[in-house]
């Protein structure tokens, strides 16, 4: 089946330490994004790429690290520099990013609470 | 500044219909797009709207006016699994999304 996964799916740090977010995908898609999304509010992008090897800052990208090593991952880092780490972390990809119906299609999520 | 406008709850009737509102002012626009989000879980897609006009996919509809900024995703014949959180996203000049912070659906018997 074709899909996007996300793991883990609950995820439990102490404040300070780094943390990683797996998200792979294997429908051949361009495009992958990071939201965070927190109670109340819109989903907010963190990070984007189009292109392995290549990467974007989206609105809220301080704290975050990810890389695009090959194009069915890309994985992020919630370094200790994130103010407010706890939300729910959703991992997007589309066809191709800027042109027409270029639908993102999300993987199950990663919940994490820092403690 | 972009924003995307949606009630921030609305409670239905199991068989009824309902119309979920959203307004957006964005830097450009280039498509309209509604998702389903259950609680816990990841948003899926619904419908995808460019032009002016309905576009009807079985039970839900979704209408778009771009001169009034506005768009409306119409669920008929509700059903308890309509449950849901309703995001509305526009995609800008840029050809990103902008989100809504979505509608949460209560459906009763």
């Known amino acids: 089946d074709g899909g996007i996964t996300q793991s883990p799916k609950y995820l439990f740090r102490k404040e300070g330490q780094n943390v990683t977010l797996s998200c792979e995908q294997n429908?051949?898609?361009?495009?992958m994004y990071w939201y965070r999304q927190d109670p109340g509010q819109g989903l907010r992008l963190i990070y984007y790429?189009?292109?392995?090897?290549?990467?974007q800052k989206g609105d809220i990208a301080e704290g975050y690290s990810v890389s695009r090593e090959k194009k069915e991952s890309f994985p992020l880092t919630v370094t200790s520099a994130q103010k407010n780490p706890t939300a729910f972390y959703l991992c997007?990809?589309?066809?191709?990013?800027?042109?027409?119906?270029?639908?993102?299609?999300f993987g199950p999520g990663t919940r994490l609470t820092v403690l | 500044g972009q924003n995307i406008d949606q009630p921030t709850e609305m409670t239905a009737t199991e068989g009824a219909i309902v119309q979920i509102n959203c307004t957006y002012q964005?830097?450009?626009?280039?498509?309209l797009f509604w998702y389903q989000q259950h609680a816990g879980e990841a948003p899926t897609f619904l419908s995808y709207?460019?032009l002016d006009g309905l576009e009807e996919k079985g039970r839900f509809s979704s209408f778009l006016s771009r001169s009034k900024g506005y768009s409306y995703l119409l669920l008929k014949e509700l059903q308890m699994k309509d449950s849901a959180s309703y995001l509305c996203?526009?995609?800008?000049?840029?050809?990103?999304?902008?989100w809504g912070a979505g509608t949460k659906l209560i459906i009763k018997p």
């Open positions: 997007a990809s589309s066809m191709i990013a800027g042109e027409g119906t270029d639908t993102q299609y």
């Open positions: 429908l051949n898609h361009d495009a």
């Open positions: 790429s189009q292109i392995v090897n290549d990467f």
């Open positions: 964005t830097s450009g626009f280039n498509g």
């Open positions: 709207n460019v």
């Open positions: 996203a526009v995609q800008d000049s840029n050809y990103q999304l902008i």
